[in-house]
């Protein structure tokens, strides 16, 4: 069984960073592609960023440069630094965990609002 529990969700003001983080329970998260999405209301779930287990790093284009993916294999951790944040990325953000051997797992998300 595998657990995702995402912490760092709040409310900023537009221009202001967030640290999202991500802990993950269960022995798959180093050989798991990990990932973060997001699901603003009345849209569908988009991927945000990603990194594999090799530390090879994916991003959307609309947060490219301003958010940071990064994993602790040693503490089955992964993070998602968000700077200059936008009110359009208003949204639930969920942390996601992907093995070619286990299948696919969500954690239950953390509010992130931008407004001022």
């Known amino acids: 069984q595998v657990q995702l529990v995402e912490s760092g969700g709040g409310l900023v003001q537009p221009g202001g960073s967030l640290r999202l983080s991500c802990a993950a329970s269960?022995?798959?998260?180093?050989?798991?592609?990990m990932g973060w999405y997001r699901q603003a209301p009345g849209k569908q779930r988009e991927l945000v960023a990603d990194t594999t287990s090799g530390g090879s790093t994916n991003y959307a284009d609309s947060v490219k440069g301003r958010f940071t993916i990064s994993r602790d294999n040693a503490r089955n951790m992964v993070y998602l630094q968000m700077n200059n944040l936008k009110p359009e990325e208003t949204a639930v953000y969920y942390c996601?965990?992907?093995?070619?051997?286990?299948?696919?797992?969500w954690g239950q998300g953390t509010q992130v609002t931008v407004s001022s």
């Open positions: 996601n965990a992907v093995s070619a051997r286990y299948g696919e797992f």
């Open positions: 269960g022995d798959i998260f180093t050989r798991s592609t």
